[in-house]
């Protein structure tokens, strides 16, 4: 016995990071894979993940394969949408996710690695490595093979649709993989909450509202699927979108977020997932347990109860900071596009007593801005149909009252020629050279009055000019015809888009953002400090002279106890 | 160095109503000492507070005069036998000590040697390679006694090492435990609610009655007291009438009752416990009587801790 210990007493120890890294690292993945693969109750998830698969027969069957290859694959798109990314992605990485740590505190495994001179965060860093290494890849090939079921019957058309779906999968499992992993901390039965989260908050909120949407995981994934690669190009978009499937929906109707925000979005879930599981699984409460003041080592004791949360906000805000404030700097680009439609044709179809509006007219589009002093505008203009055709498009930018003004003129000059249209029994198109020109000449007028503008090529390619506002005012962003040929009566669009850089109300985000990146400074100061200058020394110190200080208390009230008896005796006895 | 390597000063744990433990203010000695209370008296609370498992509610601990809580590297040190019987049921016996191994800081080539070393120390060579899955309660109880032996730690927690092991195995694992603390001179704190487990050991003990310490020191004045009253023992095998034929003759049996509802439990009240022990093993090789399990209810222990308490 004595013989086989002191070979025990032999080993040298190196406690660095890599053997530790390793050694948890290859005993979580055994594990991950003892119950991704091993355990019977996982392959219920499995068997969901991998469902998807005989929809790509079944539709082509069903349909004796007579589906073009777009409404095909359409349905290839939906599928995955709304069934892997809604509901079979966070179902699957719930369960395997959250009970990555609520098994072992449960069943209190977790104290064979606690006892080992590991930091409990390291653990949180492997363990989610762990599940980096497989669940991501798992749910990733999963896309692919319901792609390929697909594309057995489909021509394998349409791969870039898949390659998206599958990048998106590595991500939606990272992202879901981290906040399922504190829910598991959190609850010690995560699976009801987690189906709660699942399919009541990540399912419905984020298909019937468009505002609650924004405070779902799934809207931000479904924002980055959505992503349009070519926002210059109105012929390219994500793609997953096809016309009138759920991803197209939801790109022009679902209000989706932008890049940086989505972005920023999902890494800062991922990072405070981690710090919050950590602080779980430190125990660590924003509470103070008892009152700091009046224990030795007051607020420095407190601060190193609170450490993982202060770090955790720390890291929040000076993100959030940095974003808000120098990231995004003073200046930002609001990007907003519209379309409008043209078409001036002989039939006056509007009510008799009514004014005709624009669209009635059919000669310009309008949309009103309000811009601020010193804004930047960048005007894109094209338009986008009826390729031969010889009038004059313009898109200008102008003044409200000069534009309405212009507007009024010409609504008098479409109501006598309504009137003289239905008075000439038939003969009214007789009117209609009249009406063009009159309207051509305050046209060209009104065009001269702009602040600027730019013609439109025929040829769709698009144009752009740029204008500073002079003054805070109401400004109409307007495409308008010119010059018009009563021969050709195309209708066609005209699409504006415009970048507008203001920097007015951006400097009070610019300033808030510092205030943030401040704070968060000064949190993360304050754990450095509880770090830096904790002593269990001191501490002990602190105690044995309090002790010391109780007994000799104990001690002098003895004495003077004492003393006071010893006093009783020397009173002489009262005479009578 | 000092002469002691636990000191606590306050400690308190309560979970939401129930106090754990209560202003405990004690310093451990070296050497083995062992940890004696009635269940539910706040060890395994006291020993998961000083191995880092738990949070104290408030006042401190502290390890060779460090803080234990989120402090990693006093965990270098120590060595932890805890309570509960799950491990990590996917493995085997010999990898699931060669990976605590490496995380204790062996490296890789040496881990699986030193894991082997480990287990045979403890006696279970023979089961190191079959899942954990299926092992009994006795070899679950050895293999986390390897894994807290393996790294070679200066201080050795272990909570309840002795339970469900069948007399011969704690025979052995008594002998290893002396062996440890005595030649090798590890400071091992062993906690146990029956009194004649933990004398064997040591007879240094620390008395600990809900959530607070009452007796430090030497065993031999507060097993006087507790030898005044009968000790209940529970034993299982399947050749209980023979066992109990022999029991008979002992007079220091007091009584002996078959359990009726089980086929193969007996409990037996007898005044001295600590000769009951030393025979039990003889009479079991003797006369080729198999014993699986030998437990002695708490009910027994905590009337005379409360006689105890009511004392002093």
């Known amino acids: 016995m004595e013989e086989i210990y002191s070979k025990l007493t032999q080993y040298e120890k190196k406690s660095n990071w890599t053997t530790r890294f390793g050694a948890i690292y290859r005993l979580y993945l055994s594990k991950l894979w003892a119950v991704l693969v091993k355990d019977t109750k996982t392959w219920i998830f499995n068997a969901l993940m991998i469902l998807p698969i005989v929809a790509g027969p079944i539709i082509a069957l069903a349909t004796s394969r007579t589906l073009s290859y777009d409404v095909f694959f359409s349905t290839y798109s939906d599928i995955m949408f709304v069934g892997y990314f809604g509901l079979i992605i966070p179902l699957f990485t719930m369960y395997i996710a959250s009970m990555m740590f609520n098994d072992e505190t449960n069943d209190r495994t977790l104290t064979y690695l606690t006892t080992r001179p590991i930091h409990r965060f390291e653990l949180i860093i492997v363990k989610y490595l762990s599940f980096l290494t497989i669940v991501p890849i798992f749910t990733a090939v999963t896309t692919g093979l319901v792609y390929l079921s697909f594309g057995i019957f489909g021509g394998f058309q349409h791969w870039q649709a898949a390659l998206w779906y599958f990048l998106a999968a590595l991500i939606a499992s990272i992202v879901y993989g981290a906040f399922f992993m504190f829910l598991g901390l959190l609850f010690k039965n995560p699976l009801w909450f987690g189906l709660f989260f699942v399919f009541i908050w990540e399912f419905v909120l984020a298909s019937f509202s468009q505002t609650l949407n924004n405070i779902t995981i799934a809207y931000y994934i479904k924002s980055l699927i959505v992503y349009d690669l070519h926002p210059n190009d109105p012929f390219k978009s994500s793609p997953v979108i096809f016309a009138g499937n759920q991803a197209d929906s939801f790109a022009f109707l679902g209000n989706p977020a932008n890049a940086i925000t989505f972005s920023i979005v999902l890494v800062v879930i991922v990072i405070v997932s981690l710090t919050l599981a950590w602080s779980r699984l430190q125990g660590d409460k924003i509470k103070v347990p008892y009152q700091a003041g009046r224990r030795p080592g007051g607020w420095k004791y407190y601060l190193k109860e609170i450490r993982s949360f202060l770090i955790t906000f720390g890291i929040l805000f000076i993100t959030l900071g940095l974003v808000i404030g120098p990231v995004n700097g003073t200046s930002k680009t609001i990007r907003n596009t519209s379309q409008a439609n043209l078409n001036v044709q002989e039939y006056p179809n509007w009510d008799e007593d009514a004014t005709p509006s624009l669209s009635d007219m059919g000669y310009a589009g309008s949309i009103t801005y309000v811009f601020s002093k010193d804004d930047t505008i960048t005007v894109h203009a094209t338009k986008t149909n009826a390729p031969s055709i010889s009038h004059q498009i313009y898109t200008m930018i102008i003044e409200k009252e000069i534009f309405d003004n212009f507007v009024e003129e010409t609504q008098v000059l479409w109501m006598n020629y309504q009137e003289n249209y239905y008075e000439s029994y038939g003969n009214g198109s007789l009117y209609f050279p009249n009406l063009i020109t009159s309207y051509t000449t305050l046209a060209n007028e009104v065009l001269g009055e702009a602040d600027d503008s730019v013609l439109l090529y025929l040829d769709n390619t698009p144009q752009s000019f740029t204008f500073t506002a002079p003054d805070r005012g109401t400004y109409y962003v307007v495409s308008i015809v010119t010059q018009f040929s009563t021969s050709e009566s195309n209708y066609f669009y005209a699409s504006i888009s415009l970048d507008i850089t203001g920097d007015v109300f951006r400097i009070a985000g610019y300033a808030f953002g510092w205030v943030l990146f401040g704070v968060g400074l000064a949190i993360g100061g304050l754990s450095i400090y509880s770090l830096a200058t904790y002593s269990s020394a001191d501490e002990i110190a602190r105690y044995e002279e309090q002790l010391r200080l109780a007994s000799s208390n104990v001690e002098s009230s003895q004495k003077s106890a004492k003393n006071s008896e010893e006093k009783m005796e020397e009173v002489p006895p009262p005479t009578k | ?312």
């Not at chain 2, 049921?89 to 800081?105: C, D």
């Not at chain 2, 899955?133 to 927690?157: E, W």
């Open chain 2, 1 to 312: 160095m000092k002469s002691y390597f636990i000191e606590t000063y306050d400690l308190n744990k309560w979970y939401k109503e129930v106090m754990a433990l209560n202003k405990l203010t004690i310093k451990v000695d070296r050497g083995i000492v062992g940890l004696l209370g009635p269940n539910g008296a706040g060890k395994s609370t006291f020993l998961n507070i000083a191995t880092a498992q738990l949070r104290q509610s408030s006042g401190e601990i502290y390890l060779e005069g460090q803080e234990v809580w989120n402090n990693p590297g006093i965990l270098k040190n120590i060595g932890f036998c805890p309570e509960q019987e799950k491990l990590f049921e996917w493995m085997t016996g010999r990898k699931f000590v060669r990976e605590l191994a490496q995380i204790s800081g062996i490296p890789r080539e040496a881990a699986n040697q030193a894991a082997i070393e480990a287990i045979e120390l403890v006696g279970l060579q023979d089961a190191m390679d079959r899942p954990i899955k299926g092992y009994s309660k006795g070899m679950r109880q050895r293999i986390k006694l390897a894994q807290a032996l393996v790294h070679d730690p200066q201080i050795l927690f272990l909570d309840e090492p002795l339970q469900s092991t069948d007399p011969i195995v704690r025979r052995e694992l008594v002998t290893l435990i002396q062996k440890l603390g005595r030649e090798f001179g590890k400071d091992i704190l062993i906690s146990s609610h029956i009194l004649h487990e933990v004398e064997r050991v040591t007879s240094n003990i620390l008395l600990v009655y809900a959530g607070r310490a009452i007796a430090q020191g030497n065993l031999s004045v507060i097993r006087d007291l507790m030898d005044k009253f009968p000790h209940t023992i529970r034993i299982k095998t399947p050749q209980r009438k023979e066992l109990a034929q022999i029991l008979f003759d002992y007079d220091y049996i007091l009584s002996i009752e078959l359990d009726h509802l089980t086929d193969d439990y007996m409990s037996i009240r007898t005044k001295k416990p600590d000769e009951f022990y030393q025979m039990i093993t003889k009479i079991a090789i003797e006369s080729n009587i198999a014993i699986s399990e030998m437990t002695s209810p708490d009910a027994n222990l905590e009337s005379v801790f409360s006689y105890l308490t009511r004392r002093w």
